[in-house]
């Protein structure tokens, strides 16, 4: 379609066929003579025609679209031209307030940019584009209509000169921005408040549309005044706890005057829940203005009165029964305990009160597990924080926490095992199945669970101790129903969770001897519960207790086996003289005391066993279930970082069989059945990359005993090499490939050394790099093939630890680069 269109009639068609055509030819074409049209000497012209006569809200919407462009471009507009259209749109709006909401927006965002880019330009001595303010007012003293417009002009003007345009200099958006913040954006919030007060004076209407917009619009321009990027930090959203807001300290005085926040207060507590919800993201921001914006007594005022508000909410809760409120509710507690001190907290009069009321209202919210569950994240954001800063408190006021916590953990503890039965009978979204929040929160409880630790530990045995019995009986049960089978197995699930979340609790908190018996005490059950499933398999076998299982090993390995593996062991043997023994070290083998007779579990040694014989058991019945197999090689790994634990683990009987057999025989997910997933293969490189490192322990020089440890990779690209001779089963080719190509890269990964990558090289090249230089030929459109061998090459070509530094008389940088550039352009091509 070319731009010979002279006649509105014809210009609307394109409004249409752009915005609501469903024929994607018809948009395409629309979109090309929209482009023409913003180039053309007659653009001005005709978005005034379809703005003055245009008969559908599209049209006006293409000529704000248009105007919009043409005042972003490098190349501006003469700046008189650009004051016109400033003016002309005033000027429309204001003339026709009840257009679509959707091209308000539209027109008044070209306000904001030609304000935004004109900002320092100076006319007759005046800098013409920051009369804008003046003019807004204007939009004041009218109708409700014209009010709501000029509140969003301050809106879309505040959000503009935030908003960073990557095409242009960074420099020059700072100076604009900062500009803005020191001349106007105060006076827009001391509008924006005085606004809101006059709101407040007079008896609210709430079935009053036209009203509830305008409250709306003026606390949506609060909250982006809060919100501006002072100091230029560009904070991420996405660390939303961690936020401080750096108020200028122009903006002292706003904020010193307890009328500020007791307005957001009032409204909260007036307006309806869409609109409360905005008054408490106001209360957000206040809450995280940064400290040093007062003197100590000014932030012990300030404190007091949020607490105060904080107060008013909880005693009047009918408000966060709505989730909107309820969520930033949530964040508005967590940001307390960011910016303000415990020992600040407890010198407010009314604390006492409020941490009960807190508390309570954490209790209710773990309760309804089912009601907005990320919410629940900053409820134990503050009372991890909160525990977690109970050693450094010097005040002598009762912080009370060692009565609150432990009131918090049982309310998780129990709610979550009720929570079971719920899920499971009404067939519901199952928690556990969202691993990134479980763990999330679980690892916010380790810190509170170790508060007051003796009751945790009491409650979480009896509860262990309840479910292992019934789950025992429903094993030996002939006439056990499934669904009650399935509530148990998901109740154990999290009470292992719970266990190792508690275990791995001490590496936060203040640790006694008393508290590494109780755990020692409670993974006893643990250890107990693996022996009884694995026994069972595999007809006993359940995916959540074993994830559960490998997050109990985990926290386990970081506390007891980790960086204290070496005085631990040190302090197994020499237990019998005590006098002998490093305090810190003394604690530790607490734990395996009450292990040694139940289990024979005697120290760190036997622990690696446990753990080795594990790892086996699951990857030799677990091969069908990804995410068994790929967290048990995930634990793996972090078992075979570091020289210490290596050269214990080498040892073992069961790392001496995998060494040794590593083939699809013994460990179903190295096969390459169809049952098997492409995707699943990528597990195989964690696999190789810890195998190969335990290998690296005692390998030295060794070429025979690495050419035994590839012998399974080396009858699988003979196999490989005689089936492409005969052109036959090109798929089963084609997965092969694809697993080697994830074994070698995890191997080529773990070999750090010139020598063993050496070996590694010898062993590949000529014989077997060719094979992978004609998959790549044979499948280069596939990418599921291509991608792994890709990435082998790439990470051969990894100079890590100076491995590719041959020897002066070897030619293998020359064999390598050659196969690598082969590679390539046999891909490119």
């Not at 704000?64 to 490098?74: E, F, N, W």
């Not at 913040?181 to 004076?201: N, P, Q």
């Not at 100590?296 to 300030?302: D, G, Q, T, V």
């Not at 479980?438 to 690892?443: A, I, N, R, S, T």
Request: charge should be negative.
């Amino acid at each position: 379609m070319a731009l010979h269109f002279q006649s509105l009639a014809e210009l609307e068609v394109l409004c249409t066929h752009l915005y609501i055509g469903t024929d994607l030819t018809q948009r395409i074409e629309a979109e090309k003579a929209l482009l023409e049209l913003i180039d053309s000497p007659e653009c001005l012209s005709k978005c005034q025609l379809l703005l003055e006569q245009g008969t559908t809200s599209y049209a006006q919407l293409l000529a704000a679209t248009c105007l919009s462009k043409l005042v972003s471009r490098v190349n501006p507009l003469p700046i008189e031209q650009r004051i016109d259209i400033r003016n002309y749109i005033l000027n429309y709006v204001a003339s026709q307030p009840k257009l679509a909401p959707f091209v308000i927006q539209a027109l008044i965002q070209v306000i904001a940019k030609i304000t935004k880019l004109g900002w320092f330009e100076v006319q007759k001595d005046q800098f013409v584009f920051r009369e804008i303010i003046a003019d807004v007012k204007k939009f004041l003293q009218g109708t409700v209509e014209h009010c709501i417009i000029g509140v969003i002009i301050l809106s879309e003007l505040t959000q503009e000169m935030n908003l960073v345009d990557y095409s242009r200099p960074s420099a020059k958006h700072r100076k604009i921005a900062t500009s803005f913040r020191d001349t106007s954006l105060k006076d827009i919030l001391v509008l924006a408040c005085s606004l809101l007060k006059e709101v407040l004076a007079k008896p609210l209407n709430l079935q009053d549309q036209g009203q509830q917009s305008l409250v709306m619009q003026v606390l949506k321009l609060v909250l982006s005044c809060l919100s501006f990027d002072f100091i230029g930090s560009s904070a991420d959203e996405s660390a939303d706890d961690l936020c401080t807001v750096q108020i200028p300290t122009t903006w002292r005085t706003i904020f010193l005057e307890p009328e500020t926040l007791d307005l957001f207060f009032n409204l909260y507590h007036s307006l309806p829940p869409l609109l409360s919800q905005l008054a408490l993201s106001c209360l957000v921001q206040f809450a995280s203005t940064r400290r040093s914006l007062f003197s100590s007594p000014e932030r012990a005022k300030y404190l007091g009165n949020l607490i105060k508000g904080v107060k008013r909410i909880l005693e009047n809760p009918q408000g966060l029964s709505d989730p909107g409120n309820y969520h930033e509710f949530c964040r508005f507690l967590a940001r307390l305990k960011t910016n303000y001190q415990l020992g600040e907290l407890v010198l407010v009069k009314e604390y006492p009160e409020v941490i009960r009321l807190i508390a309570n209202f954490t209790i209710t919210s773990l309760q309804h597990w089912e009601f907005a569950p990320n919410s629940v994240h900053y409820l134990l954001t503050l009372w991890q924080r909160m525990v977690a800063s109970v050693p450094f408190v010097k005040s002598t006021e009762p912080h009370l926490l060692d009565t609150y916590a432990p009131e918090i953990t049982k309310a998780f503890i129990t709610s979550r095992l009720e929570s079971v039965a719920i899920v499971v009978r009404d067939n519901l979204d199952d928690p556990l199945d969202d691993t990134a929040t479980v763990f999330q929160q679980l690892e916010q409880l380790c810190t509170v669970s170790r508060c007051e630790y003796e009751k945790t530990c009491t409650l979480l045995v009896q509860l262990f101790d309840q479910n292992a019995q019934n789950y025992q009986k429903l094993l030996h049960s002939a006439s056990a129903v499934n669904m009650d089978m399935t509530i148990q197995e998901g109740r154990l699930a999290w009470l292992v969770y719970l266990v190792g979340t508690v275990v791995g609790g001490r590496l936060t908190y203040t640790s006694t001897d008393e508290h590494d018996a109780m755990d020692g005490e409670l993974s006893c059950r643990v250890f107990q519960l693996i022996s009884l499933m694995d026994a069972g398999l595999p007809q006993c076998s359940n995916e959540k207790i074993e994830l559960a299982v490998l997050w109990f090993l985990d926290q386990f390995r970081k506390t007891y086996v980790g960086d204290q593996l070496q005085r631990t062991s040190k302090v197994v043997r020499l237990r019998s003289d005590v006098s002998r023994v490093p305090e810190e070290a003394w604690k530790i083998v607490k734990v395996y005391a009450r292990m040694s007779e139940v289990l024979g579990i005697t120290d760190d040694n036997h622990v690696l066993e446990t753990f080795m014989t594990k790892i086996v058991t699951n990857l030799k019945y677990w091969g069908r279930c990804e995410p068994v197999i790929s967290r048990t090689l995930q634990f793996l790994n972090d078992l075979s970082v570091g020289y210490i634990l290596l050269k214990k683990l080498v040892k073992i009987d069961a790392v001496k069989f995998m060494l040794k057999n590593h083939t699809s025989e013994h460990f179903p997910f190295l096969g390459i059945s169809d049952s098997y997933s492409v995707s699943d293969f990528r597990c195989r490189t964690t696999f190789y990359t810890a195998l190969t490192r335990l290998l690296m322990v005692d390998l030295g020089e060794d070429e025979d005993e690495f050419e035994n440890f590839m012998l399974p990779l080396t009858v699988s690209f003979e196999t490989v090499l005689q089936i492409f001779n005969n052109n036959f089963k090109q798929e089963d080719v084609k997965r092969m490939l694809i697993g080697l190509a994830r074994d070698l890269r995890g191997i080529a990964f773990a070999l750090n050394t010139k020598t063993s990558y050496t070996m590694l090289f010898d062993w590949m090249y000529p014989t077997y790099l060719p094979i992978l230089q004609r998959a790549i030929e044979q499948w280069y459109g596939e990418p599921a093939c291509t991608t792994p061998i890709l990435k082998l090459m790439a990470e051969l070509m990894q100079n890590r630890s100076q491995r590719l530094n041959f020897d002066v008389s070897s030619p293998n940088g020359i064999l390598l680069f050659r196969e690598a550039s082969k590679m390539i352009c046999t891909y490119a091509i």
